[in-house]
């Protein structure tokens, strides 16, 4: 594969400023390696950047949901409406709480939860609901905030995949009563090894969240612990890495923006032969991973690859047809936009690195293919 769809190669700009890190934090006369100076300014940063009255860094996206429905006080007989089309901690972290996770169906061409099926998804033992930014593009928030005051339950936005996105002038993560980051990785401030963050304006719900995140302690008197918690804490190597690569993220999100604009310009003449776009549009966008809706989805797969292109199916299958998550589905309700959009979404490379002529060739390939076949 010339253009993998995973790049193996994120990280060699900074490879020098990380091992500068190890060597500065790991002789540190203090020998603090979690939850010290560069997690407080790591936090610090994110918080001003989007403007939230706290942040918190924990131990993974995943964790930072469980420790926000917990902080919420969710539990046994609380129910949590996610969109049935995602990532696994979308149905696992109410699970892991004890609640059920309810499953709505998603939007069939932008792939997010959609407001009018959650709706008619509340009932009393409604706690929470947790929509999800997809791929390249933002829930529609303005409606779930309005359906969540509506009905007196609170809202956990899941902007995992959204940092740096922006909605009507309100940033990815400041929708929700709570939103939250990854940095896994591949996501679009992915560091080299696993890390979260709680986003909140809700200043006594991040003190619980910072409680629950070492232990149930509140941070000045060691060994009492107020809450039964977790170990889901932050690595002072990985808030150091992030630091020093934080002024330069505001470039590549530019620039998968431009990689993102680009392909659904081009892209937007195969409508009519089986191959869907995101909506055009510059508001609301992430550009996590583009993805497309193809009708022979496997075919354009095969098609990339015999040209040195990767592209990835992110979910074959609807959560509610997951093996783990299947006992949590309501008896014969249905979910036919994401079960379409587990058969035909397609992403194709986003990253930032990828030059112009990368860009283009990766177009023209999937051009050729609806045009050809
Ligand atoms: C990646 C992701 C998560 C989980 O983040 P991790 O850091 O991998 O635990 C949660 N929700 C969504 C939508 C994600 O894409």
């Known amino acids: 594969m010339t253009l993998p769809f995973f790049p193996v190669d994120l990280f060699d700009g900074d490879r020098e400023a990380l091992l ?8 540190a006369p203090e ?16 918080r ?10 924990c131990g993974s996206g995943t964790s930072a949901l469980m420790l926000v429905l917990r902080a919420m006080d969710v539990g046994a007989g609380d129910e949590v409406i996610v969109p ?8 696992a972290a109410p699970a892991l ?17 959609d407001p009018e099926a959650v709706t008619r998804l509340i009932t009393p033992r409604t706690k929470v609901l947790m929509p999800a930014h997809m791929f390249s593009v933002m829930a529609d928030m303005p409606a779930f905030r309005r359906v969540a005051d509506g009905a007196g339950v609170r809202l956990l936005e899941d902007s995992a995949v959204a940092q740096g996105g922006v909605l009507a002038g309100t940033p990815a993560g400041r929708w929700g009563d709570a939103g939250v980051y990854s940095f896994v990785q591949v996501k679009t401030f992915g560091m080299p090894g696993e890390g979260g963050m709680v986003v909140t304006d809700d200043r006594e719900l991040g003190s619980t969240v910072r409680m629950l995140r070492n232990h149930g302690q509140d941070g000045t008197t060691r060994f009492r612990h107020h809450r039964i918690g977790y170990n889901s804490r932050f690595d002072e190597i990985m808030a150091a890495f992030q630091l ?14 431009w990689i993102g ?24 966008r992430c550009y996590y991973v583009y993805s497309l809706l193809c009708e022979r989805r496997d075919e354009l797969h095969e098609f990339l690859a015999a040209r040195g292109i990767g592209s990835h199916v992110y979910y074959r299958n609807p959560l509610p047809r997951q093996p783990a998550f299947a006992p949590y589905a309501r008896p014969g309700q249905t979910w036919p936009a994401a079960e379409l959009a587990a058969r035909r979404s397609l992403a194709i490379p986003i990253y930032p690195h990828l030059t112009d002529q990368q860009v283009e060739r990766i177009a023209d390939a999937v051009c050729e293919f609806a045009k050809e076949s």
């Not at 500068?20 to 002789?27: Q, W």
């Not at 049935?84 to 149905?91: D, H, S």
């Open 261 to 284: 604009e680009y392909y659904t310009g081009r892209f937007r003449e195969l409508a009519g032969c089986g191959v869907l776009a995101p909506p055009s549009a510059s508001d609301g």
């Open 84 to 91: 049935a089309f995602g990532c696994a901690p979308l149905a």
């Open 244 to 257: 020093h690569r934080f002024p330069t993220l505001p470039g590549r999100l530019e620039r998968r923006a």
């Open 31 to 46: 020998q603090k390696f979690i939850l010290g100076e560069c997690t407080a300014a790591f936090e610090a940063a994110i």
């Open 97 to 113: 709480v004890g609640a059920t996770p309810v499953f709505a169906d998603v939007d069939p061409w932008t792939m997010v939860a």
């Open 48 to 57: 001003d950047s989007i403007g939230a009255a706290d942040a918190i860094a």
């Open 20 to 27: 500068d890190i190890v060597e500065r934090v790991g002789t």
